[in-house]
């Protein structure tokens, strides 16, 4: 009659040395998987989304882009308690359709190169590349698209870009250095666009608030400056009336 035993013991595999012939325990292990692979239902949406970017990554990015922009838009215009304006998100979708394979590919750049035998040091690199080189080309491109497909004139996308790249260059030094990171340490290469996505929406609504602030300076500015010249033609004329009185 056999005994049986019960408890919480851990069950072991058990090897044989070629050496001696006997048994040996060999524990259970299971890997560790990442914390995105274990929330259920969400798990599958961000593996669906890993085989399309594996299968199709410029359409993924490319739709993803698009998806983006378009939250960070809204997101913006109910900010800045405006009318929901749909020429506002035309515009920014064609921004996100114009830039959406550039900054795939130079983020898959990125993570092909600066790989050095020294993690932090190719860390530190990869971000100061990301911000020295991308950051201001991105930031040039996107406000001086807003301000063109609003039907500025040159000068005044000129004057879009002054208002505009230099603060969002500062402000985004406190958010992108930390997320590039972040990506390049713990995320794969394939989650790597969703996760900066999420961050992106944010970032979208930000520089549309921007760009929408800089719009509403430069309309009063105008108001301003219509108002001031027929003040200084009514003076001018004053002058001349003078003048002549004088004479």
Same mark, same amino acid.
């Given at each position: 009659?056999? +005994?049986?035993?019960?408890?919480?013991?851990?069950?072991?595999?058990?090897?044989?040395?070629?050496?001696?012939?006997?048994?040996?325990?060999?524990?259970?292990?299971?890997?560790?998987?990442?914390?995105? *692979?274990?929330?259920?239902?969400?798990?599958?949406?961000? *593996?669906? $989304? =890993?085989?399309? *970017?594996?299968?199709?990554?410029?359409?993924?990015?490319?739709?993803?882009?698009?998806? &983006? $922009?378009?939250? =960070?838009? @809204?997101?913006?215009?109910?900010?800045?308690?405006?009318?929901?304006?749909?020429?506002?998100?035309?515009?920014?979708?064609?921004?996100?359709?114009?830039?959406?394979?550039?900054? $795939? %590919?130079?983020?898959?750049?990125? =993570?092909?190169?600066?790989? $050095?035998?020294? +993690?932090? @040091?190719? @860390?530190?690199?990869?971000?100061?590349?990301? #911000? &020295?080189?991308?950051?201001?080309?991105?930031?040039?491109?996107?406000?001086?698209? *807003?301000?063109?497909?609003?039907?500025?004139?040159?000068?005044?996308?000129?004057?879009?870009?002054?208002?505009?790249?230099?603060?969002?260059?500062?402000?985004?030094? !406190?958010?992108?250095?930390?997320?590039?990171?972040?990506?390049?340490?713990?995320?794969?290469?394939?989650? %790597?666009? &969703?996760?900066?996505?999420?961050?992106?929406?944010?970032?979208?609504?930000?520089?549309?608030?921007?760009?929408?602030?800089?719009?509403?300076?430069?309309?009063?500015?105008? &108001?301003? @400056?219509?108002?001031?010249?027929?003040? +200084?033609? #009514?003076?001018?004329?004053?002058? !001349?009336?003078?003048?002549?009185?004088?004479?």
């Amino acid at each position: 009659m056999s +005994k049986r035993h019960t408890g919480n013991a851990t069950r072991t595999k058990t090897g044989e040395d070629p050496a001696s012939g006997t048994a040996i325990p060999v524990p259970n292990t299971v890997a560790t998987l990442p914390i995105w *692979q274990r929330l259920g239902p969400l798990s599958r949406g961000f *593996q669906a $989304y =890993g085989r399309s *970017q594996r299968k199709r990554p410029y359409t993924t990015q490319f739709c993803s882009s698009l998806v &983006i $922009y378009f939250l =960070g838009d @809204l997101s913006a215009q109910n900010i800045n308690g405006d009318e929901y304006d749909p020429a506002r998100t035309l515009r920014a979708l064609i921004i996100s359709a114009g830039s959406s394979i550039p900054s $795939y %590919r130079w983020f898959m750049f990125l =993570g092909n190169n600066f790989n $050095y035998s020294s +993690k932090v @040091l190719s @860390l530190a690199t990869k971000v100061s590349v990301n #911000q &020295i080189c991308f950051t201001p080309i991105f930031n040039t491109y996107f406000f001086s698209m *807003q301000s063109l497909l609003a039907g500025d004139s040159l000068p005044e996308v000129w004057e879009r870009i002054k208002r505009t790249v230099p603060t969002s260059m500062i402000n985004s030094c !406190k958010l992108w250095p930390a997320v590039t990171a972040f990506s390049f340490t713990f995320i794969d290469a394939q989650y %790597r666009s &969703i996760f900066a996505g999420f961050i992106a929406i944010g970032w979208q609504t930000y520089l549309s608030y921007l760009n929408r602030k800089a719009e509403v300076e430069e309309a009063m500015e105008k &108001i301003t @400056l219509r108002s001031e010249i027929p003040e +200084k033609v #009514q003076q001018e004329s004053q002058r !001349k009336e003078i003048q002549k009185i004088e004479a």
